[in-house]
């Protein structure tokens, strides 16, 4: 089967670093994603990983263990503008399916 | 702006009804995917079609029918509409051998 879990909120301080967890179980990974979707608008891809270790894109991160089915995405210097939710997202090869997470929703305040 | 156009914005029907979403991938993307977003079920994959064939189908109802046309865009069909099928559809967009999925503005359908 598939499941992917993810914390249902978080909450950070502006210009603090806040890591989002994700963990998931697919009988054939084929890649992590995570995307950003603010209220009322539609998904916006952040990253990509295949393999093991830590992508850096400006001030997101994401990393893979593949072995431990665990990833996190880290956003740094936070800003109002990352309150949002974010989704972690699967590619099982096996199913040819695209599995989401149920999304973390994040509160960045003053 | 994702350069992905979804038409209409909104749509309301009745139970029992059928109704057809339109895509425009960005120019250059062959593939389109095709998502369903509820509150209660979060973002689920529907199929997905490559350069007029379908490639990988998720969660999608039988009652659910998509193509891609020779010019790219691609169509939703959803038929025999229930209370349940009310979300938000959106269309992705990708070109080939890329991961990064280009979103539309998204169809919300309202089954009353």
């Known amino acids: 089967g598939q499941n992917i879990d993810q914390p249902t909120e978080m909450t950070a301080t502006e210009g603090a670093i806040v890591q989002i967890n994700c963990t998931y179980q697919?009988?054939?990974?084929?890649?992590l994603f995570w995307y950003q979707q603010h209220a009322g608008e539609a998904p916006t891809f952040l990253s990509y990983?295949?393999?093991?270790g830590l992508e850096e894109k400006g001030r997101f991160s994401s990393f893979l263990s593949r072995s431990k089915g665990y990833s996190y995405l880290l956003l740094k210097e936070l800003q109002m503008k990352d309150s949002a939710s974010y989704l972690c997202?699967?590619?099982?090869?096996?199913?040819?399916?695209?599995?989401f997470g149920p999304g973390t929703r994040l509160s960045v305040l003053p | 702006d994702s350069g992905v156009t979804q038409t209409p914005k909104h749509l309301i029907t009745a139970t029992g009804q059928r109704v057809t979403l339109r895509c425009s991938p960005r120019s250059g993307d062959l593939s389109v995917y095709w998502y369903q977003q509820s509150l209660d079920q979060g973002l689920q994959f529907l199929i997905q079609y490559y350069n007029g064939e379908e490639r990988a189908k998720g969660n999608i109802l039988e009652r659910f029918s998509a193509q891609q046309f020779p010019d790219l865009h691609s169509e939703l069909n959803l038929s025999s509409l229930e209370l349940g099928d009310s979300a938000l559809y959106f269309c992705a967009s990708s070109i080939p051998r890329d991961n990064e999925q280009f979103f539309g503005p998204g169809t919300r359908l309202t089954v009353l």
């Open positions: 990983n295949v393999l093991d």
């Open positions: 997202a699967v590619w099982d090869n096996y199913g040819q399916n695209f599995v």
């Open positions: 697919t009988s054939g990974f084929n890649g």
